[in-house]
């Protein structure tokens, strides 16, 4: 089974420019996640998504994030404009949300560095 | 207080040992505890997964869950040098929110 999708893998550009993450959830998954992930603060929730919906964008850092979720097999986090301190890795993960007591699954991540 | 709390370590431990790794969460009434792996640049996996208070054996893994203490921990038997990596603990509240703790780092030494 295909897991978590997310592209691209490395992404490097200069401050300012708009960067775009994208991520497939598993199939049949109706919870989506992205997280940030840094050595100093770890595994941060930015926002996530139930059946394509934003439930809770609470720790998206601020107006230069923003993330969409077009339909069941496909979400976009978009950074603009960008900054240095952006640099990090981002994670996407999904989940069965029907019920409860579901793991997310993660993608294998965006190593995200802006100069 | 943070929802999740992990001692970061790095823990050590010899090859064969006995590896404890311990959380404790804030939300009384968390049903779900998850405990993931994550080797240098590469993303969480799952590795553990317990509801009910006790111990829950998979392998060399053992998750023990204390929800009157709101502790969970996770022991790894016979550790092996593939054993080091980092090591979170996640908890889904009463809201349904997933929380991660910062994770700890743990060496295995041949």
């Known amino acids: 089974d295909a897991g978590v999708i997310q592209s691209p893998r490395h992404e490097v550009t200069e401050m300012g420019q708009e960067v775009t993450l994208r991520c497939k959830p598993i199939s049949g998954h109706n919870s989506l996640f992205w997280y940030r992930q840094t050595m100093m603060r770890g595994l941060e929730l930015l926002i996530y998504?139930?059946?394509?919906?934003?439930?809770?964008d609470s720790g998206m850092p601020e107006d230069r994030f923003s993330a969409k979720m077009p339909n069941a097999s496909f979400s976009t986090l978009k950074i603009q404009p960008s900054e240095p301190r952006d640099s990090a890795v981002y994670f996407c993960a999904s989940s069965l949300r029907a019920h409860s007591n579901q793991p997310q699954h993660f993608g294998d991540g965006t190593r995200l560095s802006i100069l | 207080q943070k929802e999740v709390e992990q001692n970061s370590g790095p823990l050590s431990v010899p090859e064969g040992a006995i590896a404890s790794l311990n959380c404790t969460y804030s939300d009384r009434g968390s049903q779900s505890f998850f405990w993931y792996r994550q080797y240098s640049g590469k993303s969480p996996e799952l590795i553990m997964s317990?509801?009910?208070?006790g111990d829950k054996e998979d392998g060399r893994f053992t998750a023990q869950l204390n929800k009157a203490s709101q502790y969970v921990s996770l022991l790894i038997r016979d550790s092996q040098p593939s054993d080091s990596a980092t090591y979170l603990c996640?908890?889904?509240?009463?809201?349904?929110?997933?929380?991660f703790g910062t994770g700890t780092s743990l060496t295995v030494i041949p």
């Open positions: 317990i509801y009910s208070n």
């Open positions: 998504f139930n059946n394509n919906v934003p439930i809770d």
């Open positions: 996640a908890v889904e509240n009463t809201g349904n929110q997933f929380y």
